[in-house]
């Protein structure tokens, strides 16, 4: 299973930017998928998170009110973010709790990581 991220930028301080991740490869049961970010000298973190079923979500504090998960698919998550500050600068990750599916069974899930997309907020 492969997640590529999509939709990094640079942008000004106030500006919106919208993140995209696409899973593919074989056939596969999404439990849920994240949005974690690191940047410059900092631990990677979660921003957001999603689960299938039931839709429940989670948010970190520093982005509740101006970041949004969401899934259209079984296969894409997406990360709208707005009103974007310079410490929202970091490489954004894809992240997938997912199971493959052979022969008609699921196996137990792992975790799928994608290669990141850079976010720049100019002040």
């Known amino acids: 299973v492969q997640l590529v991220e999509s939709g990094g930028d640079l942008v000004p301080a106030g500006g919106s930017l919208s993140l995209s991740c696409v899973a593919s490869?074989?056939?596969?049961?999404?439990?849920?998928m994240a949005w974690y970010r690191q940047g410059a000298g900092k631990q990677r973190e979660l921003v957001a998170e999603?689960?299938?079923?039931?839709?429940?979500t989670n948010y970190a504090d520093s982005v509740k009110g101006r970041f949004t998960i969401s899934r259209d698919n079984a296969k894409a998550v997406y990360l709208q973010m707005d009103n974007l500050q310079p410490e929202d600068t970091a490489i954004y990750y894809c992240?997938?709790?997912?199971?493959?599916?052979?022969?008609?069974?699921?196996?137990?899930?792992?975790?799928?990581w994608g290669k990141g997309t850079l976010v720049t907020v100019s002040a």
């Open positions: 490869g074989g056939t596969f049961s999404i439990y849920s």
């Open positions: 999603q689960f299938t079923g039931g839709e429940r």
């Open positions: 992240y997938g709790d997912i199971g493959l599916v052979v022969g008609g069974i699921t196996s137990g899930a792992k975790d799928y």
